[in-house]
């Protein structure tokens, strides 16, 4: 997701919380998933509006200076309830 690619996969959990549907199939949709991959070399336009916000969020969560700012804030919320 960093190399602002579109990512195709069935509905597991953490691309359920990650993807936009039109990126996912049903486990086993072998049909759905080639659907999906052929729309993303038809529609580039729309693949690349549909993964726009999920690009940005990886930007903001998958890198080291994210995942730690995510952990402190945790920590913090552990720490210092209320704040």
Not at 4 to 30: F, H, K, M, Q
Not at 70 to 78: G, K, N, T, W
């Amino acid at each position: 997701m960093l190399a602002r690619r579109p990512v195709y996969t069935t509905r597991v959990p953490c691309a359920v919380e990650w993807l936009p549907a039109r990126g996912l199939s049903a486990v086993g949709d072998t049909v759905g998933l080639s659907a999906m991959l052929a729309r993303a070399l038809d529609e580039s336009d729309a693949v690349q509006r549909d993964y726009l916000p999920v690009w940005r969020r990886a930007a903001d969560e998958l890198t080291l200076a994210g995942m730690v700012d995510r952990i402190e804030a945790v920590y913090s919320s552990l720490l210092m309830p209320g704040k």
